[in-house]
């Protein structure tokens, strides 16, 4: 059974994997990659889909699918540990069970990006939901313009997917801006917010759509700058983020003014969100 | 120096400039270029000069007692650095350390006041144009406070 008949069939139901693989990024991140514990293949998902991820014994938590479309023997997540549940997860063994139940919620609308230029800015860990996209794009290079990546972190140190931003920025039509907000001296690269980097980037908005991910203020910035910069609303995604427990819409925890995170989003046009974004506590 | 007044009118910062005001411009300014790992200006020296910035990358940096220099910012291609020039008391705030090589058109301060006190609509253009970029810079570095990547927030 693939994970897509058994999301399904019965979406609370977890499908047993195992841990493959687990790469250190950064200090506090790391890339995990699970297969099936079946050895069933065809895990379809589409770039910017979440799924449920099951540490028996722990809780269950959402994590944004990291890993490259095409790769269907196995799920990518890239985690930060920063409570009890993501340190449980990321200090899984190879070998050892994780429970996956998904994939869930809408993906970037890559789609509608064929034939125009991809404009891609996260932030921090917001990297790990777009580089799906990035793998789409890049695998299909004859079907979309150029591709333009910004990337903002807190230091260098903090930086996601080094080498592979590396390879991405050696890429015929393809643009990679990299920078921190604090940098230290041995660091040749830019300073600064991830929007500083818009002057850099030769973006032309009326045949772009960009995709942006990253903590909320950031987007509500990024989005902001994006207009002024010539963006239509609807042409700017971005990617939200709430308390998400059952995936489905059932439960209520991610509810967002009038919307379900996790099945009406997690990915909104910037239009839908912006009278949200601007709302006090919500 | 016709070469030099197309560089200052193909600039981002003085683009849709009228063309007489780029021609006095002109008359202020020179080509310069910085070695990677030098100082342009250092905190506190006298402000006299302000750069377009044409190739390169440049770091605005603070001196700190009993550590190595924090940088705040980098500058690059198409961005202007400095404008303690045009307010008193025409001192520098910050370094400017390059981290690369940069090649710049270098506009006199003096000279530029001097026009600018004789001509209040050309001192207009220039304000509007140096009061874009200080709201650009200090929405970032309001953004760059709220330190949003920082776990726990």
Redesign the interface.
């Known amino acids: 059974m693939t994970m897509a008949t058994a999301a399904t069939t019965d979406p609370m139901l977890p499908q047993p994997y195992s841990v493959r693989q687990v790469v250190k990024e950064t200090a ?1 991140t790391f890339t995990l990659t699970l297969e099936p514990s079946n050895g069933a293949g065809g895990n379809r998902f589409q770039p910017g889909q979440f799924s449920m991820l099951w540490v028996f014994g722990v809780g269950e938590l959402p994590i944004s699918i990291s890993g490259d479309p095409a790769e269907r023997d196995r799920l990518v997540y890239t985690v ?1 540990s ?1 409570g009890q549940a993501t340190h449980a997860l990321v200090s899984r063994e190879v070998g050892e069970a994780v429970g996956v139940r998904g994939p869930f919620g809408t993906g970037w609308p890559v789609e509608k990006t064929e034939g125009r230029d991809v404009l891609v800015v996260a ?2 860990i917001g990297l790990a939901p777009l580089r799906p996209v990035i793998y789409e794009v890049l695998h299909n290079r004859e079907k979309y313009g150029r591709l333009v990546v910004l990337y ?3 230091s260098p140190r ?1 930086l996601l997917y080094r080498k592979e931003l590396a390879a991405w920025a050696r890429q015929r039509e393809t643009q990679v801006l990299v920078t921190v ?5 041995s ?7 991830v ?2 980097l818009f ?2 980037a030769r973006l032309q908005p009326a045949r772009s759509l960009a995709f942006a991910c ?2 909320e ?2 987007m509500r ?1 990024v989005a902001r700058d994006l207009e002024t910069h010539g963006f239509a609303q609807e042409n700017i995604y971005l990617s939200m983020e709430r308390n998400m427990k059952c995936g489905v819409g059932f439960c209520g925890h991610c509810q967002y003014g009038p919307h379900f995170i996790c099945k009406d989003g997690p990915i909104f046009a910037y239009d839908r969100m912006r009278p949200l974004l601007e709302k006090y506590e919500l | 120096m016709e070469n030099l007044e197309h560089i200052i009118a193909e600039h981002p910062f003085f683009a849709g400039l009228e063309s007489h005001y780029t021609n006095l411009l002109t008359g202020c300014a020179s080509n310069v270029r910085f070695d990677a790992g030098t100082y342009i200006f250092k905190e506190g020296e006298e402000a006299n000069e302000f750069y377009l910035i044409r190739t390169g990358k440049v770091a605005v940096e603070i001196f700190a007692p009993q550590r190595k220099p924090i940088m705040l910012e980098t500058l690059g291609e198409g961005e202007v650095l400095g404008w303690s020039w045009l307010l008193p008391p025409y001192q520098w705030r910050f370094h400017a350390h390059t981290v690369e090589t940069v090649r710049a058109i270098a506009l006199d301060g003096k000279c530029l006041r001097t026009k600018c006190e004789q001509d209040h609509d050309l001192g207009y253009e220039i304000l509007k144009r140096f009061a874009h970029i200080m709201e650009q810079r200090l929405e970032a570095t309001r953004f760059q406070l709220l330190d949003v990547y920082r776990v726990g927030r």
Request: charged residues 25%; without cysteine.
């Open positions: 506090d930060r920063v932030g921090g903002g972190a807190r903090d907000d604090y940098g230290g001296l660091w040749r690269g830019h300073v600064g917010v929007t500083t002057k850099y990253g903590p203020i950031m910035f």
